[in-house]
């Protein structure tokens, strides 16, 4: 047995501070790390920040500029702007301006382009040794039936080419200071509900495409960076796999998508469905995000840099009398601060761009700490006319420190809402301070590489390779040292988890003219995906009183682990026909083969076809209706089943010291995908003058072969239930968005956007089986859980939340009426309503909002169960309380003696409506322009997010957005002892050099 007697807080590395004057106070840790950001992306990017630019030159001049909206006059970022026939050019900054040196004198021709408007060549004479100044008007592609899709398509297509919907979410047309991706997200695409899922610092965000596709499986959606698939589920959460302490933890998940810089995406493609999807085979019918980052132009270098400094405070979320719920003795004002450096630029062969984050956060909870790192580097390069190279790498190291929270009797939370029936037996606030000697920490070090090659060997065919790895890799360790209550002899786990997803793509296209009118793309490719999981834990109890323990440290000891590799690979051919640039027709196959089929299963075809039609090109269609493109679709997509669930596994188990093994899963020779087919029909318009627009989508989407667990006769010998094909699920409703410029003028543009959207689900078939219960996570063997109450009854919604209605709840003086096993609704949203609002005023400065409501679904809140069930004086009781005290019993109303007399307590009774409203964001950019002389542009942004909530009045206490033990990818949510996300607040200052 081996122990550590290196002091906590030593580090091995040596220090010196001989060359410090004594007087002089040490260097803040954040300049030490922005320091050394600075200088990582100085080494990073230095060879390639020095491209030549030209000097001023004799017979050259300046060209300095803005690109502004033509209709609005507000400054456009990032537009491309080129001087033709020349390797010249500039990318415009936060307020729109750019300059390009060195400039040849005569007339020289501007070409400005930017996705989603159209394309503008302006003329303008440079005078040599002068400035010529120039203002570039941009407007809006008409539905922008010209701006170039990916996700989804063979390559890349027009939008006015695909017939089916995909939603687009440009960063510049995010005002507010984005603080991680799910969050700008949020109440911006229709048809997603994204859900923040806890206050401790780090959880992450579930996100669910038009709502649950699968019962068994998971519903998160698939993920790329640039074209290289990521881990979409969660994390593994800090939790010990030994000593039946899996309760002990801070309850939350991490999330993948997180880790990625939000400043670092120009955009966002999302595909809601199977008819999007298809493409992507066997793992996509839950849809697919793909997020693009950004890229470097040809021209002088443009580095950014930005700072964010701000807070996170919660807000109330109990009653009037308890807004807090008695954590207010350990709830504070946690400041966040983070630093970003990133460069732009190149030369017409060889692009760059190049960026590095520090992230200090502290949370709302006293041991909620995050530092979090992060650099990127993309670059394109083209060495021959061809042949076209880029390469993108990211790597994000995040160390988190955590409180113990959710329901865990170690925990801060549930002893604080318990109070003297706490596992403490007092409301103490320094004896339930014990707990925060509880450690609980996550290291994540994440890197994404990628590499792709575009060859075209002729004007009409290109070919493309893309290779890319994505690793993650997780350390969870937590400690209860020696004496800590509860546990006094103190108990340590460790574990290391590490995902690697590898996959390659090749994409072959042929466009042919076949006549003038008569336009052909074939397409055919293939894509493969490995997906390599490893898991070891070391757990040991009865540590010595030191003050840094290891495993080894214990005298018991136990170690786990785990390993699992998943292949899925296919093939694809698709043809598009296109007829005078305005009617395209679709028709594509994808063939795919998994690792977790059963033996007897083989390969599975997944077929689409889909129609475009730009109806408002004919000639005999109304002027004043604008522009509008007619799309319908039909896909097929799969969802694969787990590792391990076609075959017949055991459980090692010890039984008196002798090797044992417990039937677990039975097998399944013919297992195979859900497979998820879809209908949609829509169109895509835009009015007076682009002024306003207009996106409708109806789908209807059916899930056959759907996979649930049938129970085996006990004859079989006692395995666990097994997946089979068995099930049919449906889901249908409609997307709609309006957006519009409500008032256009120089001086104030006012734009508003509503969004709705709908979703209805129900259970088919069940295959014969009777209703069950949902299992708390998808893809765990057990279906006995009843977290959240969910149930998959046919005829019902998936899930439907099933448990006790009280009919009379506010009766008094009469017996209780109540019904058990009521269906009470669906567990997901029905509609989802989103808006955004925003004001430009004088000189650009902008004030802007989005919110969103969701509704039509209900939510088991179990804290409060957890706590009446045992005696706790609850908040939500006080009237009753008072009726007791006061003899009064008589006038106690049937919910008050259900809920607040101890012996009446069920667990089934606390089913609420859990629809809400947040205020997601409410932002103030002010364009500052070169307030320091030698740069390009400064922007201030003021932001507040989530700091307005509605729910029901039925909804007594915490948040309806909340979630519980099982993280954000829970099948069913219901609520246990969190806090729900906090409000922040944040300042960011950018400026462009």
């Not at 701000?310 to 709830?331: C, H, N, Q, S």
């Not at 989508?697 to 395995?719: E, H, I, M, N």
């Not at 322009?929 to 740069?935: F, Y």
Request: glycine letters at 10%; hydrophobic letters at 40%.
């Amino acid at each position: 047995m081996s122990t550590s007697t290196r002091k906590e807080g030593d580090d091995a590395r040596t220090r010196s501070h001989a060359t410090r004057p004594s007087d002089r106070p040490p260097c803040p840790p954040w300049t030490r790390a922005t320091a050394t950001l600075a200088a990582a992306l100085l080494l990073a990017c230095g060879a390639l920040a020095a491209v030549p630019l030209l000097a001023q030159q004799p017979g050259r001049g300046t060209v300095r500029g803005r690109v502004e909206n033509a209709g609005t006059g507000t400054p456009i970022p990032n537009a491309q702007i080129q001087v033709a026939s020349t390797t010249l050019g500039a990318q415009s900054g936060g307020d729109g301006t750019f300059t390009i040196a060195a400039v040849p004198a005569g007339s020289q021709t501007l070409r400005v382009r930017l996705i989603g408007y159209a394309p503008v060549d302006r003329v303008v004479t440079v005078v040599a040794g002068q400035t010529a100044d120039v203002t570039v008007g941009l407007k809006p592609a008409a539905v922008a039936l010209d701006e170039v899709v990916v996700t989804g398509t063979a390559g890349q297509a027009r939008r006015r080419e695909v017939g089916n919907a995909i939603a687009s979410v440009k960063a510049a047309d995010a005002p507010e200071a984005k603080t991680n991706v799910s969050d700008f997200l949020a109440a911006r695409v229709p048809g997603a509900s994204i859900l923040q899922s806890a206050g401790v610092i780090g959880a992450g965000s579930s996100i669910r495409l038009r709502g649950n596709t699968s019962v068994a499986l998971s519903n998160q959606p698939l993920i790329y960076v640039d074209g290289v698939r990521m881990r979409g589920d969660e994390y593994p959460k800090n939790v010990p796999a030994a000593g039946g302490q899996n309760l002990r933890s801070s309850h939350v998940n991490g999330s993948p998508l997180n880790d990625i810089n939000p400043d670092d995406i120009e955009r966002i493609e999302v595909l809601k469905g199977a008819a999007a999807s298809t493409l992507y085979g066997t793992e996509a019918a839950a849809g697919v995000i793909q997020i693009f980052t950004k890229k470097g132009s040809a021209g002088k270098a443009l580095w950014t840099a930005q700072t964010s400094q701000g807070f996170a405070k919660e807000r109330p979320f109990g009653t009037d009398a308890v807004p807090y719920m008695f954590m207010d003795p350990w709830l504070r004002t946690a400041p966040r601060g983070s630093y970003a450096l990133s460069v732009a630029g190149g030369s017409p062969a060889l692009k760059y761009f190049s960026s590095g984050l520090v992230e200090d956060n502290k949370g709302v909870l006293p041991n909620d700490h995050e530092k979090k790192y992060g650099v990127r580097g993309n670059f394109n390069y083209q060495p021959i006319p061809k042949l076209a190279l880029e390469w993108t790498s990211s790597y994000t190291n995040d160390d988190l420190h955590q409180t113990p929270a959710g329901n865990n009797a170690h925990g801060l939370t549930l002893n604080a809402f318990r109070r003297d029936r706490n596992y403490f037996g007092s409301a103490n606030v320094d004896t339930i301070s014990q707990v925060l000697d509880f450690k609980l920490t996550t290291g994540v070090d994440h890197l994404i590489l990628g590499g792709s090659a575009t060859y075209t060997p002729l004007p009409n065919v290109t070919q493309r390779v893309t290779l890319g790895l994505d690793r993650a890799a997780v350390e969870n360790r937590q400690l209860r040292p020696f004496g800590f209550p509860g546990v006094p002899q103190g108990v340590i786990s460790d574990q290391m988890w590490v995902a690697k997803t590898l996959n390659a793509d090749y994409v072959g296209n042929w466009e042919w003219q076949a006549m003038r009118a008569l336009k052909s793309t074939l397409s055919w490719g293939g894509q493969s995906a490995t997906v390599d999981t490893r898991d070891v834990e070391g757990y040991a109890e009865n540590l010595p009183p030191i003050p840094v323990p290891t495993v080894s440290s214990g005298s018991a000891r136990q170690g786990f682990e785990t390993r699992q590799k998943v292949i899925n690979a296919g093939f694809f051919v698709q043809e598009l026909v296109g007829l005078a640039d305005k009617f395209f027709v679709t028709g594509g196959v994808r063939v795919d083969g998994n690792s977790a089929f059963g033996k007897d299963f083989g390969l599975q075809t997944y077929p689409k076809v889909s129609a475009a039609y730009v109806i408002s090109e004919e000639g005999f269609w109304p002027k004043v209706l604008g522009t509008m493109k007619l799309r319908a679709a039909y896909g097929e997509a799969g969802r694969a089943p787990g590792a391990f669930d076609a075959v017949r596994t055991w459980d090692p188990v010890g039984w008196n010291n002798q090797p044992a093994l417990d039937p677990r899963n039975l097998g399944n020779p013919n297992l195979g995908p859900e497979r998820t087919k879809e209908v949609e029909l829509g169109f895509e318009q835009a009015l007076l003058d682009q002024r306003v627009t207009l996106d409708f989508t109806w789908f209807d989407s059916k899930t056959v072969d759907a996979l649930l667990r049938v129970r085996k006769p006990p004859s079989t010998g006692g395995w666990d239930s097994q997946l089979e094909n068995v099930g049919k699920l449906q889901k249908r409703g409609i997307e709609a968005a309006l957006n519009a410029v409500i008032t256009q003028y120089r001086l104030a543009t006012w734009s508003a956007g509503l969004s709705l959207s709908t979703n209805h689900s129900k259970a088919l078939d069940l295959g014969g089986a009777p209703s069950f219960a949902m299992a708390s996570n998808p893809g765990t063997v057990s279906t006995l859980s009843t977290n959240g109450f969910g149930y998959v009854a046919q005829g019902y919604p998936v899930p439907v939340i099933r448990a006790r209605l009280i009919r009379n709840p506010d009766a008094i003086g009469v017996p209780a009426d109540t019904v058990p096993n009521y269906y009470f609704g669906p567990a997901q949203p029905t509609h989802i309503v989103a808006a955004n609002t925003s004001l430009r005023t004088w000189r650009g400065i902008e004030i802007s909002a989005r919110g969103e409501l969701q509704g039509g679904h209900w939510l088991d809140e179990d804290a409060s169960f957890q706590a009446l069930s045992r005696a706790v004086e609850w908040p939500t009781c006080q009237s009753a309380y008072d009726k007791i005290k006061a003899n009064q019993q008589a006038q106690l109303t049937v919910r008050e003696t259900l809920w607040c007399i101890q012996k009446n307590v069920r667990s089934d009774m606390f089913i609420y409506p859990a629809d809400f409203f947040k205020l997601r964001d409410v932002s103030l950019r002010v364009p500052l322009g070169r307030m320091v002389p030698g740069t390009q542009a400064a922007t201030l942004v003021l932001s507040a997010g989530n700091w307005f909530t509605w729910k029901k009045k039925e909804f007594p206490v915490f948040d309806p957005e909340q979630a519980g033990n099982d993280g954000f990818n829970a099948g069913v949510r219901y609520i246990s002892e969190h806090i729900p996300a906090p409000a922040t607040f944040t300042a960011q200052l950018k400026v462009a050099f």
